[in-house]
T-cell receptor
Framework: GDSVTQTEGQVALSEEDFLTIHCNYS??????LFWYVQYPGEGPQLLFR?????EKGSSRGFEATYDKGTTSFHLRKASVQESDSAVYYC??????????????FGQGTSLSVVP | DPKIIQKPKYLVAVTGSEKILICEQY?????MYWYRQSAKKPLEFMFS???????DNQTASSRFQPQSSKKNHLDLQITALKPDDSATYFC??????????FGPGTRLTVL
């Protein structure tokens, strides 16, 4: 079945550091890829998505590029802030036989940014 | 105002009991979903509904039953509760098949 793998379980950075969270997926065809962010006590919030090879998604300084060749969608930010501390999830969806498809999530990466 | 309401926010139940988790969305979406997040597993898809019809069911147990009384409601009934059911349950909705918006969750603890 479809799957998403996030390499880092936890990431600890200082403010203004560069962030990379690795995401690789396994799915046939062209899944739509997402990054979600979850703050304590809240549900996941959509950061952005990408649907085609080489498409770049971005929001709030975060960005990721859909790479079908390497089946990756790595999250990057040039300069993190303390307010970016949260759990980040990579996810995919693929149109199934029904009209509405499930999201498949990675394990999540907990980002902690210290001043 | 919150667009997806889940009630209650916290729920404590005893083993063997039955509970209903409430979800209402005011985004005008036609599709609604349930996901589960436990300490042992990442966010895990349970059900999807479109126009009040079940589209996909990925739960192995019939103890979990979604109930849709209105287009913007999708409640989750859980019977014969077990400690392993302890998790946070998230309701989500979408206007189309891929971009889903999540509620704040109901945290269920089964003693």
């Amino acid at each position: 079945g479809d799957s998403v793998t996030q390499t880092e379980g936890q990431v600890a950075l200082s403010e203004e550091d560069f962030l990379t969270i690795h995401c690789n997926y396994s799915a046939s065809g062209y899944p739509t890829l997402f990054w979600y962010v979850q703050y304590p006590g809240e549900g996941p919030q959509l950061l952005f998505r990408a649907s085609r090879d080489k498409e770049k998604g971005s929001s709030r300084g975060f960005e990721a590029t859909y790479d079908k060749g390497t089946t990756s969608f790595h999250l990057r930010k040039a300069s993190v802030q303390e307010s970016d501390s949260a759990v980040y999830y990579c996810a995919l969806t693929r149109l199934a036989s029904s009209s509405f498809s499930k999201l498949v999530f990675g394990q999540g990466t907990s980002l902690s940014v210290v001043p | 105002d919150p667009k997806i309401i889940q009630k209650p926010k916290y729920l404590v139940a005893v083993t063997g009991s039955e509970k209903i988790l409430i979800c209402e969305q005011y985004l005008g979406h036609n599709a609604m979903y349930w996901y589960r997040q436990s300490a042992k597993k990442p966010l895990e898809f349970m059900f999807s509904y479109s126009y009040q019809k079940l589209m996909d069911n990925q739960t192995a147990s019939s103890r979990f039953q979604p109930q849709s009384s209105k287009k913007n409601h999708l409640d989750l009934q859980i019977t014969a509760l077990k400690p392993d059911d302890s998790a946070t349950y998230f309701c989500a909705s979408s206007p189309d098949w891929d971009e889903q918006y999540f509620g704040p969750g109901t945290r269920l603890t089964v003693l």
